[in-house]
């Protein structure tokens, strides 16, 4: 009995690998998307993972396709474990069309019972002859390899681009398990009658495979970001990570906190001393940083803060997504002051994101916040090279011997100094002061200063990214989002169930809102606001600005919602009576 790949009549590729931490799932993903993507498939890979440095069972899933593919779906069409104890968020995805690959010897009798077609190959006796158990993940690489149709040569370059710094030894017998891995697969595809059915386009080979962590590290060297700080929580890390690793490529000085409050306040330090900075963290991190977001506030030193999204309260689900701190960054600090939140649904917008969250904290002096969370930061997918731009200038003046930090102006925004450029003494309290910066119990005083800042939100929305339209023009209903949920909205609404019915409009930046942008694309279309949270937290913002949903859908497993879900959920809305 034969299978032909994919099944679906999409005409992509869903692969999902399983296995523990520590079993090298990441590298299999990492090397399998770069693979694939320079054989001349588009590719988007994604990761759910447990929170433990070994054991458990994790997934990573590859999208292969012809076509552009940037979302996750539930669909797996080849299943290939590394071990035991599949958890049920994999399990339920498996269909009776599903091609599981699987060691018999690991899995014992769990396999034949998942359902789908049960193909054994001994991964485990490959790694082992090749050098021990550890190496069943290139076995695995060698395996998806030869099924899709990859060209050795291609596979053993992807092996040595990512083995050859660790020693002969080590690449050697990555090697060997990729080739075993490789061969034993030709053989399969052979016996078992295994045909997929993707035609690659040598075109496509150059194109730039980028996750959402390298979009706002890029976003931030490319918006003139030089200092980088960060108490360590997921998944926020990811960003520091990177930064660390190029610091001297890009001169970068990255600095890990003893605690987020000494994060938030370095970068406040920072940004006063003539340099652009950046914390990142998560929402539990964010949350000790609200007293200096609030020093933001009274002192008008820009800050930037990017923050990866997971499940709360405390806690809750470390390793997980969610977009369930909106309010969070929207009402961080007491007191009243302008600030923007901006919201990247996708890998370019990360980075587009990111770079104008610097421009316009610099500019404004404001606190600017870029919201991602744990799918966007760990997914990747192919992209078209695109121009970075030029980094823009700090907007510092040199002062004179008569400088006053916070002089009134008509849009509030005043020349900001920085200490030893000029004359000029550069003034900063957490207080109430004058235009001088010095601290007053004046009352007058105290409505002047707070008009002034205040006064700079009309800077904020003439600088605001726009809504971004997707779909038929006529369509009777909107889908309104906002981050991660973007590539899923638009592949769920060009669904034949739903194609022609919806349009989007994906919000790239949350606040200022958009107001007038939103309404001229909403028009007189039914509304749908679809999030990843449980109370519908755009949803509320939009109704306080007169913008009321007809329906809402919302999604807070902790996982991210595939394409199937969001498709179901737009069909069951009641298209005559709303909601």
């Known amino acids: 009995m034969g299978t032909v790949l994919p099944s679906s009549p999409g005409g992509d590729l869903s692969i999902v690998i399983c296995g523990a931490a ?106 082992r002859s090749s050098g021990g158990p550890a190496l069943a993940s290139s076995v695995v690489l060698g395996l998806m390899g030869a099924l899709v149709g990859v060209q050795w040569e291609l596979l053993e370059r992807e092996v040595r681009g990512r083995f050859a710094s660790k020693g002969e030894k080590v690449l050697s017998g990555n090697l060997k398990a990729a080739q075993e891995g490789f061969h034993g697969a030709l053989g399969l595809k052979s016996e078992e009658g295994i045909v997929v059915n993707l035609v690659p386009r040598p075109s496509l080979s150059g194109r730039l495979l980028m996750s959402g962590n390298d979009g706002v590290f890029m976003g931030a060297i490319a918006g003139g970001c030089d200092f980088v700080t960060a108490y360590p929580m997921s998944p ?55 007293e200096a977001v609030s020093l933001c506030g009274v002192s ?25 701190d909106l309010n969070l960054a929207l009402y961080a600090g007491h007191g009243e002051f302008p600030r923007a939140i901006f919201t990247p649904g996708d890998v370019e917008e990360a980075f587009l994101c990111t770079r104008a969250a610097f421009e316009v904290a610099d500019q404004c002096q404001v606190p600017a916040f870029v919201l991602t969370d744990q799918y966007l930061l760990d997914s990747s997918h192919d992209l078209d090279p695109f121009s970075v731009g030029h980094i823009s200038p700090n907007w510092v003046v040199e002062t004179s011997s008569d400088y006053g930090r916070y002089r009134i102006t008509p849009d509030g925004i005043s020349p900001r100094g920085v200490p030893g450029l000029g004359e000029g003494l550069v003034c900063v309290d957490s207080h109430e002061h004058d235009e001088w910066g010095h601290m007053k119990e004046d009352f007058h005083l105290r409505v002047r200063m707070t008009r002034k800042r205040l006064a700079k939100e009309e800077a904020l929305r003439a600088r605001v990214m726009p809504p971004v339209f997707n779909g038929p023009s006529d369509a009777p209903f909107v889908v309104v989002g906002w981050g991660s949920t973007k590539e ?31 309404r001229d694309l909403i028009r007189d279309r039914r509304v749908v606001v679809l999030e990843g949270n449980a109370t519908g ?22 996982l991210q919602m595939p394409v199937e879900d969001a498709v179901a959920a737009l069909r069951e809305m009641d298209f005559e009576g709303g909601a």
């Open 22 to 127: 520590g079993q090298g799932l990441q590298t299999v993903e990492t090397l399998g998307a770069a693979m694939f993507k320079r054989m001349g498939l588009h590719v988007f890979a994604t990761k759910e993972f447990m929170s433990r440095v070994r054991g458990g069972s994790n997934s990573s899933q590859l999208r292969l396709s012809e076509l552009p593919v940037r979302a996750l779906v539930d669909r797996i069409d080849l299943l290939i474990c590394l071990n035991r104890g599949l958890r049920d968020n994999v399990i339920r995805r498996i269909s009776k069309d599903t091609l599981v690959i699987a060691d018999p010897e690991e899995m014992g009798g769990e396999a034949e019972g998942l359902g789908g077609r049960f193909v054994p190959f001994p991964i485990l006796s490959m790694a």
């Open 236 to 290: 926020g890390s990811g960003v520091l990570h990177l930064m660390a690793q190029h610091a001297r490529a890009f001169r970068v000085a990255v600095e890990q906190a003893e605690d987020e409050i000494a994060a938030a306040n370095m970068v406040l330090g920072a940004w006063y001393a003539g340099a652009r900075a950046m914390a990142t963290t998560s929402g539990g991190g964010f949350a000790l940083m609200c």
């Open 300 to 324: 008008e030193v820009p800050m930037v803060v990017h923050i990866g999204q997971r499940p709360g309260p405390a806690t809750g689900m470390a390793t997980r997504t969610e977009q369930a």
């Open 488 to 518: 899923i909205v638009r592949e769920a609404i060009s669904s034949p169930e739903l194609e022609g019915r919806f349009c989007q409009v994906h919000l790239p930046q949350v606040w200022p809102l958009p107001l007038k942008a939103l």
């Open 537 to 558: 937290q755009l949803d509320a913002l939009l109704r306080i600005h007169g913008i009321c949903s007809h329906g809402r859908i919302n999604h807070f497993s902790g």
